[in-house]
């Protein structure tokens, strides 16, 4: 069992950054590969970015690719998305997934595969 708790959101104008954060509970968090999803109001809930157990591979959306960054610290049980040069767009609540199997590039991009959910923070960039 793993539990996620996101903190880290707020208001932003548009160019501005957030670091977002997701803190997990439980001993086996660096078993797990870790994602960042999004929803929006009335959209289905978008893949953000993932990074492997170890942190050593990382994958995102072609939307935020250049601009957010997903890192994690195992000793900390935290994983983290840096979101730089913020857009409109990316007005969403940000969501942190875990999931303990290897999957395929499009596999993982998929909301059904992950086994553990945060509540979500939202994120708003103003124009």
């Known amino acids: 069992q793993v539990q996620l708790v996101e903190s880290g959101g707020g208001l932003v104008q548009a160019g501005g950054s957030l670091r977002l954060s997701c803190a997990a509970s439980?001993?086996?968090?660096?078993?797990?590969?870790m994602g960042w999803f999004r929803q929006a109001p009335g959209k289905e809930r978008e893949f953000v970015a993932r990074?492997?157990?170890?942190?050593?591979?990382?994958y995102y959306a072609d939307s935020v690719k250049g601009r957010f960054t997903i890192s994690r610290d195992n000793a900390k049980n935290a994983v983290y998305l840096q979101m730089n040069s913020l857009k409109p767009e990316d007005t969403a609540v940000y969501i942190c997934?875990?999931?303990?199997?290897?999957?395929?590039?499009?596999?993982?991009?998929?909301?059904?595969?992950?086994?553990?959910w945060g509540q979500g923070t939202q994120v708003t960039v103003s124009s």
């Open positions: 990074i492997s157990s170890s942190g050593g591979r990382t």
């Open positions: 439980g001993r086996t968090f660096s078993s797990y590969a």
């Open positions: 997934a875990a999931d303990p199997t290897l999957r395929t590039s499009q596999a993982m991009r998929v909301p059904q595969v992950y086994a553990y």
